[in-house]
């Protein structure tokens, strides 16, 4: 094979052309793009003065989406988690709490959740984490 035909030249400079743009395209590491399942320390600092369930409203609404009722409780959607405890007023208790208090805000799906805390997870669970 001649390395100087032009069809192999130009296949040459493709395949370098890729793999640059393949190198460059992969150094970041999504470092960039939020967490889909955290609500990051810095999103937190950016909106002290809210209460956490606008919060989660405005930046993963995702996580209110209804998935599911739990037969015997009839609960739908996430269930609410703060400092371990299972909050029976659900959302609601986020409306109580400002980002300012919170050291951390995460989201756990359903098989984990149920893994985790037991049944009445269908929804899966927000884990909020108060700063102390």
Do not use: H
């Amino acid at each position: 094979m001649d390395l100087r035909t032009p069809a192999v030249r130009l296949f040459a400079a493709v395949f370098l052309m890729t793999a640059a743009w393949a190198c460059a395209s992969g150094g970041s590491g999504g470092a960039d793009r939020p967490d889909a399942d955290r609500i990051s320390a810095a999103e937190l600092e950016a909106d002290q003065e809210r209460d956490v369930l606008t919060l989660i409203q405005r930046l993963r609404p995702r996580w209110l989406q209804t998935r599911g009722s739990d037969t015997f409780s009839g609960q739908v959607g996430a269930a609410v988690i703060i400092d371990g405890m299972q909050q029976q007023s659900g959302l609601g208790a986020l409306r109580q709490i400002r980002a300012v208090e919170v050291e951390s805000i995460e989201f756990m799906n359903a098989r984990d959740a149920t893994t985790r805390y037991g049944m009445n997870m269908a929804g899966g669970a927000i884990l909020v984490t108060m700063k102390r």
